[in-house]
């Protein structure tokens, strides 16, 4: 990822909170032998340093994650459309695109049987209290584990992005971040916002 120094993020545990809400990530698999790419929910586990997840058997990462394969996990936050109109002087500036992203870089394990259904059920319990892998009659349950590759994707490297006007003034920012709060982009705005926070404190 191409990451000019003004945009690049540093703390790590700032980054690992976007991967968290943004859970629904890009998984890159370089060389199969095309790059193969699939949209799935990723859970960070931060004691370990994992991410973890499960792909159809018959989608051909499965094969990548059972070779134990590296990849990159791309995690993409809010994005927003910039207006030159927003700016004091519009005539020297361009439209452009504010956003925030985080890739994992790292390697990819298979995880079977107790393994698998423990990371399963740690996933789901992310999302509801209520429905649990057990509640599934057994022979269902076997066919459909049957069916899909869980696994853990180990992190080597973190990089963050998150372009959100820094190379600007601070005056036009927060023009630019209300601007953004009127048209509802309040993700973004936000984000603008804290950013100059942590640089002023």
Do not use: C
Not at 82 to 88: D, E, G, I, N, R
């Amino acid at each position: 990822m191409y990451i000019p120094p003004a945009f690049r993020m540093n703390d790590e545990a700032e980054m690992r909170s976007l991967m968290r809400t943004y859970d629904f990530a890009l998984l890159l698999v370089p060389g199969m032998p095309d790059l193969a790419a699939t949209h799935i929910p990723l859970k960070l586990a931060d004691e370990r340093q994992v991410l973890i997840g499960h792909v159809a058997m018959a989608n051909p990462v499965s094969e990548a994650i059972k070779a134990g394969r590296e990849a990159i996990a791309v995690f993409s936050g809010p994005h927003a459309y910039v207006s030159p109109t927003w700016y004091a002087n519009p005539s020297v500036n361009v439209p452009t695109w504010n956003y925030v992203a985080v890739h994992a870089f790292g390697t990819l394990a298979p995880l079977d049987a107790e393994e698998a259904e423990r990371a399963l059920s740690s996933q789901v319990a992310d999302f509801e209290a209520e429905w649990r892998i057990t509640h599934i009659e057994p022979g269902m349950r076997s066919r459909l584990e049957a069916s899909i590759q869980v696994f853990e994707f180990e992190i080597n490297r973190l990089e963050g992005k998150a372009k959100l006007s820094q190379n600007k003034p601070v005056e036009e920012r927060l023009r630019l971040a209300h601007a953004l709060n009127e048209r509802g982009e309040h993700a973004v705005a936000f984000h603008m916002v804290e950013d100059q926070e942590d640089e002023d404190g």
